[in-house]
């Protein structure tokens, strides 16, 4: 990729993909407070500002070393988690689900503004390539973040939601049990395609297929 065409592949990726990392990881800490748990805002982490947020590893040097690395065909990366200390939950076990459901929803959300913005753009015959660049990156990252942060693996958020709705027992122990090992876990089944194939597209055409349900009206009465 040419220097020019790179600078402009990064300026646009680059306001949709720090709001959908600082809200999601925000949206976390403002639902653990609404259930009992203040620690995110006492270790100053209870806000939109995206530098208290930005893990200089996880969210600039794999992202930019996986981009040349495979040249653009797969990034990964990943911000500072918001701290939650679930003990402090009112029901722990039912509120987790909450506060892990809370981040992939707002990026959900963030994937609808974003097709809004586009819809509005088009329609006030904006056809620079740059919003429109912009638009559809929001979506696409958005829609990435929700439908990764659901694979039902601890430490991922469907983890967290999977062991908050299994019954105790065995199931959930073996669960926490292989939460040390699940982020290595996920991102070998990442490198195999087996995230890809079996989780990502899918969930993903289901999220374009609304995407598309929701739009359809405004495009019909835009006609």
């Known amino acids: ?12 990726y680059a306001l949709p993909v720090i709001f ?10 403002y639902v653990a407070r609404h259930f009992g748990d203040n620690t995110a805002q006492m270790m100053g982490r209870l806000t939109l500002n995206p530098l208290k947020h930005i893990d200089p590893i996880g969210t600039i040097a ?9 040249s653009g065909a797969f990034l990964f990366g990943y911000a500072k988690p918001v701290p939650v200390n679930f003990g402090h939950l009112r029901n722990p076990k039912r509120d987790m689900i909450w506060v892990a459901l809370a981040g992939p929803a707002s990026n959900f959300i963030q994937a609808i503004l974003w097709t809004l913005f586009l819809v509005g753009i088009t329609v006030a015959g904006v056809q620079e390539r740059f919003f429109v660049g912009m638009a559809n990156a929001g979506i696409l990252t958005n829609l990435v973040m929700w439908a990764f942060n659901l694979f039902p693996l601890p430490p991922l958020d469907g983890g967290r939601i999977l062991a908050g709705l299994l019954p105790r027992g065995r199931a959930q122990y073996w669960l926490a049990r292989v939460e040390p090992f699940g982020f290595f876990i996920v991102m070998g089944l990442v490198v195999l395609g087996v995230v890809g194939s079996l989780w990502l597209r899918p969930l993903m055409g289901l999220g374009y297929a609304f995407l598309n349900l929701l739009i359809s009206p405004i495009a019909a009465l835009l006609r």
Request: hydrophobic share 60%; charged share 5%; net charge negative.
């Open 1 to 12: 990729m040419e220097a020019s065409n790179l600078i402009q592949t990064v300026l646009i």
């Open 20 to 29: 959908a990392i600082t809200v999601h990881e925000a949206a976390h800490g």
């Open 62 to 70: 794999m992202p930019i070393l996986l981009y040349f690395a495979t």
